[in-house]
């Protein structure tokens, strides 16, 4: 069930949905009048009852997906195929659920492996042996390269059969919500075999090599991207969708330790057909394009969870370099003129053009090569970031979790696992140092209360033959006196 709730002048619907993951989580839509919260809470029970807890698009959004999937399907249910279903599931689900990016690379998913493979099974002849079967044979079908990339000679790999078979177990779950299958059998993807994905471990700089690094950098764009990185353990998107509007470094602010980015945008580079499919959906700015006929855009969209919009408070080293680097930018600004695009970006080229991740990542490998650094990841200094305040905190996952805006606390229990392995192998060096080396060189037990015995010092071995050449009967007032002192 939906509600409304007034906020000052204008109304909100607000619902619960299932994500892809199946955790539940809560949309607010905002209307102008009681009249639309009232219509729109009432679409959003009909298509609920309908397909499910899922996020419920616009209305008329809805009208146009559904009179698509109906003119891509003139079959009966019992007849139709997984290709002519897809057309549906992806209609309905997936623009009212994805994002662009996630759009694209599912759909590609679909037009590269799924379809060519196994479209043309019969929907309601799907199995699980079926499924298990054909990821298999997957491992020996040949990677398709993306678009303007050369072919990698690989055949397609064990996580990528993952991220098909989440396709195919999503789109089967809407096939039973939906009766298209029957709503009393159990998906038969839910219990395919999948090749196992081996785990391979990211290459992560120390801290030595990172302080070392930057010391060397000359580029004052990548220079600021590794701290905020670092720092703020920002992704390499979030760093280049900062505004200045976002990034609060006032003399106050500083002053009292409150300097801080407000993360709540990333840079990224989409398909132009799917930004029209999802009618701009999660889409703030789109830039302008620098070459005439490009099938993509560089926009500031929404970040990728709700967990990503998040405050992380700046070191105060760092925000003075912030704060010098607007300087830099503003006179940079002034000498241009209206031959900088001031788009209010914090990274920024010096025309004032976005910065594109791309960019980040090679000048980044460049400074690796160029100072014999191992070469890692722009993204490692993420994994870096999360390592070492893990340590300075003591293990406090939470407060880590809050900077890197993870949505699942196990990303970070990750990392703190490796931390805890670090630490276990220090313990049984300093065993083997503070007691195995000890064995041979200690005495056997019996001596152990003679040797503790034995004075330690030059005073207590004075203090002892002073007590050898005292007489019994001194002796005897001796300890009365400290009896009695006691």
Not at 14 to 38: P, S, V
Not at 226 to 235: I, P, V, W
Not at 368 to 397: A, P, Q, W
Request: proline share 3%.
């Amino acid at each position: 069930m939906a509600s409304i709730k007034q906020r000052k002048s204008k109304f909100s619907v607000i619902y619960w949905y299932m994500d892809d993951t199946g955790e539940r989580k809560q949309k607010w839509d905002t209307l102008e009048t009681k009249k639309e919260a009232k219509a729109r809470k009432a679409f959003i029970e009909f298509y609920q009852q309908t397909y499910g807890y899922v996020l419920v698009p616009l209305e008329e959004q809805f009208a146009h997906q559904r009179e698509e999937a109906e003119q891509a399907i003139d079959t009966p249910d019992d007849e139709i195929t997984l290709k002519e279903f897809l057309v549906t599931f992806v209609n309905l689900y997936g623009v009212s659920k994805w994002s662009a990016n996630t759009y694209s690379s599912k759909l590609s998913s679909i037009n590269n492996y799924i379809n060519p493979l196994i479209g043309d099974w019969k929907l309601n002849e799907i199995t699980t042996k079926k499924l298990s079967q054909y990821y298999n044979d997957l491992l020996s079908v040949p990677e398709v390269p993306r678009a303007n990339r050369k072919a990698t000679g690989r055949c397609v790999q064990p996580a990528n059969i993952k991220k098909i078979h989440d396709i195919i177990r999503c789109a089967l779950n809407q096939a039973i919500r939906w009766e298209y299958l029957d709503s009393k059998m159990r998906n038969p993807a839910s219990l395919a075999t999948l090749p196992k994905v081996p785990k391979v471990k990211r290459k992560v700089w120390n801290v030595q090599t990172f302080k070392e690094a930057i010391k060397l950098v000359d580029d004052d764009l990548l220079l600021l991207c590794m701290h905020l990185a670092f720092a703020c353990s920002l992704r390499v998107g979030e760093i280049t969708g900062l505004t200045w509007d976002d990034v609060i470094i006032d003399e106050e602010a500083i002053a009292n330790n409150n300097a801080r980015v407000i993360v709540n945008k990333e840079l990224a580079r989409i398909s132009q057909s799917a930004m029209q499919k999802l009618k701009e959906k999660d889409i703030i700015k789109i830039f302008p394009t620098q070459k005439p006929h490009c099938t993509t855009r560089l926009v500031l969209k929404t970040p990728k969870t709700e967990t990503s919009n998040r405050t992380v408070w700046l070191p105060t080293t760092l925000a003075q370099l912030l704060v010098q680097y607007k300087k830099d930018q503003q006179e940079l600004k002034e000498f241009l003129g209206s031959a900088y695009n001031d788009y209010n970006l914090v990274i920024a080229l010096e025309n004032g053009n976005p910065v594109e991740s791309r960019i980040v990542r090679d000048r980044f490998t460049t400074l690796c090569e160029e100072h014999n650094f191992e070469v890692v990841v722009f993204h490692s200094l993420r994994h870096l970031s999360t390592k070492y305040k893990l340590k300075m905190t003591h293990g406090d996952i939470k407060s880590v979790q809050g900077d890197t805006g993870h949505a699942e606390a196990e990303m970070v229990t990750d990392v703190y696992s490796e931390i805890v392995d670090e630490d276990r192998r220090l313990n049984a060096k300093k065993l083997d140092e503070e007691f195995y080396d000890t064995l041979d060189t200690e005495e056997p037990e019996h001596n152990h209360h003679s040797e503790a015995q034995e004075p330690t010092s030059d005073n207590d071995k004075l203090l002892l033959e002073l007590l050898k050449s005292m007489t019994p009967e001194m002796k005897e007032k001796l300890l009365k006196e400290t009896l009695s002192n006691c």
